[in-house]
Nanobody, 114 residues
């Protein structure tokens, strides 16, 4: 299983970015998946998750601004990020759980300027 995240970059506060995570060796459709982030100098934290039962959960800090979704045909996980804030600056990584094992993408940098 390999995950490849992309779509990060530099954006001004209030702007939008859409992150993508392509999977090979498995599919997103039947597994728990999620986006996590690690801000500078801080620990990694969950941003949004889709559970195996398709329940979606968001961190309080991103509710109403971020949307997690997956395209079964493209086998890609997305994170649409709107109304970005400087505190959203972090390395964003995608994650998939398959057979109780976690798989992680390499991360993509998101920087939000004020």
């Amino acid at each position: 299983v390999q995950l490849q995240a992309s779509g990060g970059g530099l954006v001004r506060a209030g702007g939008s970015l859409k992150l993508s995570c392509a999977a090979s060796g498995t599919t997103f459709g039947l597994n728990a998946v999620g986006w996590y982030r690690q801000p500078p100098g801080k620990q990694r934290e969950v941003v949004a998750r889709i559970s195996a039962d398709r329940t979606t959960n968001y961190a309080d800090a991103v509710k109403g601004r971020f949307t997690i979704s997956r395209d079964i045909r493209q086998n890609t996980l997305y994170l649409q990020m709107n109304s970005l804030r400087p505190e959203d600056t972090a390395i964003y990584s995608c994650m998939l759980i398959k057979n109780r094992k976690e798989y992680w993408g390499q991360g993509t940098q998101v920087t939000v300027s004020s």
